[in-house]
C-alpha cells in the first residue's frame, strides 16, 4: 500500500506553544517508530511503539515530549511548551513486526520554533 | 551504548565512476544488523542495502555494495557506474538483534555530489 505519510510538513510555532505531529504508517505495520533530526546530523531515536504499547521511551529528550499510538496506528508525537532546542525534522518509520524487518521511514515535519 | 561514525562529511565523483563510503561502529555484540539508508534533498529516507553480521557475504543490491569487515567493526558502501540520482546525504546506521532494541542507531551521513 501507501508509505508512511507524516502531517504537517512544515510547522512553524513560537517558542512556549504546544505542537502536535502525527504519523500515519504503513498499513498492518505493527511496529512504529520516531527520530529526531537536527540540521547537518543523522537521525536520532525518540521512542518506539508495538501496537499501541510504548516499548521504548528511552530518546524522548525531557517530559515535554509525549506520543501515543492509542489504537495502534496512527501516532501522535506532542510537545509543549516549545523551545527553539526543539527546531529538528521528526521523522517517523514503521516496520511490519520484528527485530529483523526493515524500517520505512515518511518524508517528516521540520518544525521551526521561533 | 553503540556508536556510528561516519569521517567524510562530504564526497564527491563524476559520472559513471566509483566511489566508497566509509562507515566504522562500536559495539559489544555479536550479533546486529548494518543499513546504509539515502536521504535525498526531499528527506525521505530510503533503505540502500542492509547486512547481517552473522553472515561473512558482503551484501550486493545492483551498483550497491558493502565491504563488511566484522573484526574491524568497518562497513564501507560501494557505488559503482556512479548516477547524478545518486546524489544525496547518506548514512550508515546500527540496529542490535536482541529482542527489545528495534531502533537504529545512526552516523552524522555524508553527503555525496555526483558531478556531471
Known amino acids: 500500500g501507501a508509505g508512511v505519510s507524516q502531517s504537517p510538513r512544515y510547522k512553524v510555532a513560537k517558542r512556549g506553544q504546544d505542537v502536535a505531529l502525527r504519523c500515519d504508517p504503513i498499513?498492518?505495520?505493527?511496529?512504529l517508530f520516531w527520530y529526531q533530526q537536527a540540521l547537518g546530523q543523522g537521525p536520532e531515536f525518540l521512542t518506539y511503539?508495538?501496537?499501541?504499547?510504548?516499548?521504548?521511551k528511552s530518546g524522548l529528550p525531557s517530559d515535554r515530549f509525549f506520543a501515543e499510538r492509542p489504537e495502534g496506528s496512527v501516532s501522535t508525537l506532542k510537545i509543549q511548551r516549545t523551545q527553539q532546542e526543539d527546531s529538528a525534522v521528526y521523522l517517523c518509520a514503521s516496520s511490519l513486526w520484528t527485530n529483523t524487518d526493515t524500517q520505512y521511514f515518511g518524508p517528516g515535519t521540520r518544525l521551526t520554533v521561533l | 551504548a553503540q556508536t556510528v561514525t561516519q569521517s567524510q562529511p562530504e564526497m564527491s565523483v563524476q559520472e559513471a565512476e566509483t566511489v566508497t563510503l566509509s562507515c566504522t561502529y562500536d559495539t559489544s555484540e555479536s550479533d546486529y544488523y548494518l543499513f546504509w539508508y539515502k536521504q535525498p534533498p526531499s528527506r525521505q529516507m530510503i533503505l540502500v542495502i542492509r547486512q547481517e553480521a552473522y553472515k561473512q557475504q558482503n551484501a550486493t543490491e545492483n551498483r550497491f555494495s558493502v565491504n563488511f569487515q566484522k573484526a574491524a567493526k568497518s562497513f564501507s558502501l560501494k557505488i559503482s557506474d556512479s548516477q547524478l540520482g545518486d546524489a544525496a546525504m547518506y548514512f550508515c546506521a546500527y540496529r542490535s538483534a536482541q529482542g527489545g532494541s528495534e531502533k537504529l542507531v545512526f552516523g552524522k551521513g555524508t553527503k555525496l555530489t555526483v558531478n556531471p
Open positions: 498499513s498492518g505495520h505493527v511496529s
Open positions: 511503539f508495538q501496537n499501541e504499547a510504548q516499548l521504548d
